[in-house]
C-alpha cells in the first residue's frame, strides 16, 4: 500500500525536525527570559523602597501629631512658632518619647523652605532638630505649612524623617 501512514512517516523530506523545533523554541524562551529578568526589575526599581511600612507609617504619624498639636485653632496648617521650637529642640531620646517611636529608630523634624533647601529660621530660632537627616536610609513624610509669625510666606514644608 503506497498511501499507508507508516510508509509515509519514513519518505518525509520535511526540512525541519525534532531538534531543530526544540532548539528554535528554548532559544525563544531563554531569550524571553532574559529580556524579562533584566527589564522589570529596572522598571519597577523607582516604585520599591528599602524603607519599612512601620517607618512610613511613623513618619506619617508624627507628621500628622505636630500640625495637629501645633496648628492654631483659626488655621489648620499654620503651625505656632513657639510650639515648634519647643518640638525641634528636644533631644532624639525625648521625641522618641514623645512620639512612641523604638530606641532602635532615628529621627529628624525640620521645617524648610518650599524648594527644601534651607531649615526656616523663625524668631531667631532654627526650625529643626540637631540630627542630620540622612537622606539615604530616611523615610519622609512632607506636609505644606505657613508659620505664626508669617516667616514662611506663602508656605513651608515640613518634613519629618525617621530611619
Excluded: H
Excluded at 523607582?46 to 485653632?73: K, M, W, Y
Excluded at 515648634?84 to 523604638?102: E, Q, W
Aim: net charge negative; with cysteine.
Amino acid at each position: 500500500m503506497v498511501g499507508s501512514p507508516l510508509r509515509r512517516f519514513g519518505e518525509d523530506c520535511r526540512a525541519q525536525t525534532l531538534q531543530d523545533y526544540v532548539l528554535g523554541v528554548s532559544l525563544f524562551l531563554g531569550i524571553i527570559v532574559v529580556v524579562v529578568g533584566f527589564t522589570i526589575p529596572s522598571v519597577l526599581a523607582p516604585f520599591g523602597s528599602d524603607a519599612s511600612a512601620a517607618q512610613t507609617n511613623q513618619a506619617d504619624r508624627i507628621s500628622g501629631r505636630i500640625v495637629e498639636n501645633a496648628s492654631l485653632e483659626q488655621a489648620p496648617n499654620e503651625l505656632n512658632v513657639t510650639t515648634m521650637a519647643k518640638i525641634v529642640g528636644l533631644d532624639t531620646d525625648a521625641l522618641r518619647t514623645r512620639y512612641n517611636i523604638p530606641t532602635t529608630t532615628a529621627i529628624n523634624i525640620s521645617v524648610r523652605t518650599l524648594d527644601g533647601d534651607g531649615v526656616v529660621v523663625a524668631d531667631g530660632t532654627r526650625l529643626g532638630t540637631s540630627r542630620p537627616l540622612d537622606t539615604d536610609r530616611a523615610v519622609t513624610s512632607t506636609r505644606i505649612v505657613t508659620l505664626s509669625d508669617g516667616s514662611c510666606a506663602p508656605g513651608c514644608r515640613l518634613v519629618v524623617g525617621v530611619w
